[in-house]
């Protein structure tokens, strides 16, 4: 039997807390599946991370759904492909209103687990999608969008992205006005992807809390996706919260410098999403994850365990406080690390940290409570700023 399939067990007292807590991952690219007619997310798959019986099986209460295109497609374009994706997550809530209930307040999120349903929430990946256009980001919000990550790879033309050459000195006049605007909404401003400078002036910026939806820790795992100590203090100051993000490349320094190593072994990775899938994107997203973990259990690439996760959850704990930690996971959207192939997999997280010790009063907060603090600290402040 290999890594992928053994079944990891999982204490009573995990199982639990994770059945009786309010569980909430911020980042999901699931959307994407969404996006094709044939997909019924009440079923169960045996390819991709997510769909409802698995989500139940994880205890997982509420995710949010990335509204996700790539950073080079803008205008209108942008605005169309972003509002026909908002439209696949709202649509597929009209039609299983006994599974799922579309969330846009803490408040919502408990109701949806009073109800047994999982909540449904919705986050644009990409401040281009908006197209320079302070009417699109409005119609997001009445549309039930409550964040929006400020870049994805590339820069906009009013930000700048961590992996991009800077262009703006992190956030222009306009970009202020973009988070200022935000906050009225009371949409969460979120700085995954941003350059280290966009993040600095953004925290200067926000009258609100803000959060990184899936990013891990810098110190662990040297990628500019990721947050320095520094950062998660600065972050956690603001009253946010850093969502770890389980993306192998992310986790794994060793995994990093392999691939930096070995640009063979990337191209021929692509090589095979390509020949698996061709244009679809939804394929390439769950492709590569599956291919990826081939790689590892056949020694062509460093094994990255699930425990990772663990590590950085903790070392987030360590220098940001146990309020400002929590869970992004990237499931339909990045490479997971064996032993968490899907959100099944879930109650294991919970069972390692009470291993190391963590109180469950403390697992609840890492696991929603956090989340839930700062969805409502941002509403109240977009109440405020609407008096
Ligand atoms: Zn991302």
């Known amino acids: 039997m290999t890594a992928t399939t053994q079944a990891q067990s999982v204490s009573d ?3 639990k807390l994770q059945s009786s807590s309010i569980v909430i991952d911020t980042h999901d690219d699931t959307t994407q599946r969404l996006l094709d007619p044939s997909f019924d997310i009440t079923a169960r ?7 409802i019986p698995r989500m139940r099986e994880g205890g997982l209460s509420a995710i949010f759904f990335s509204v996700w295109i790539s950073g080079k497609t803008l205008g209108p374009d942008a605005v169309k492909q972003a509002l026909d994706q908002i439209d696949a997550v709202r649509e597929t809530v009209r039609k299983h209103p006994d599974q799922l209930l579309l969330a846009t307040t803490a408040d919502d999120i408990r109701a949806a687990r009073q109800q ?4 449904a929430l919705m986050g644009v990946e990409g401040g281009h999608m908006m197209g320079n256009d302070l009417a699109v980001l409005r ?36 970009g202020k006005q973009v988070v200022l605007e935000m906050n009225r909404l009371g949409i969460i401003v979120d700085i995954s992807h941003v350059s280290d400078k966009t993040f600095a002036d953004v925290l200067a910026t926000s009258k609100a809390p803000v959060f990184a939806s899936h990013s891990s820790c810098r110190a662990i795992c040297n990628a500019a996706r990721n947050m320095t100590d520094d950062m998660i203090r600065q972050l956690a100051a603001k009253g946010g919260v850093i969502q ?5 490349g992310f986790l ?120 839930l603090r700062v969805l409502a600290e941002v509403q109240k402040v977009s109440q405020s700023l609407n008096k």
């Not at 798959?45 to 769909?51: A, E, F, K, L, T």
């Open 116 to 119: 047994k349903k999982i909540a």
């Open 244 to 248: 770890i993000n389980y993306h192998v």
């Open 13 to 15: 007292q995990a199982k």
């Open 45 to 51: 798959h045996s390819d991709g991370n997510i769909d």
């Open 139 to 174: 119609t997001f919000g009445a549309l039930g969008v409550r964040y929006m990550t400020l870049t994805h790879m590339e820069n906009n033309e009013w930000a700048d992205s961590s992996t991009a050459k800077p262009e703006h000195n992190g956030l222009t006049d306009f």
């Open 252 to 371: 794994s320094q060793e995994f990093r410098d392999f691939e930096a190593a070995h640009p063979d072994v990337e191209k021929e990775i692509k090589a095979e999403v390509d020949k698996r899938c061709g244009d679809n994107e939804a394929c390439k997203l769950t492709a590569g994850d599956h291919i990826v973990r081939e790689f590892m259990e056949a020694g062509k690439l460093p094994k990255v365990d699930w425990t990772r996760i663990v590590d950085h959850i903790d070392h987030a704990v360590k220098v940001g406080g146990i309020d400002h930690v929590g869970l992004g996971s990237d499931f339909d959207g990045a490479i997971m690390p064996l032993g968490m192939e899907d959100v099944t997999h879930l109650p294991q997280i919970t069972d390692a940290l009470l291993k190391k010790g963590y109180s469950e009063p403390d697992i609840r907060k890492l696991l929603g409570e956090n989340t």
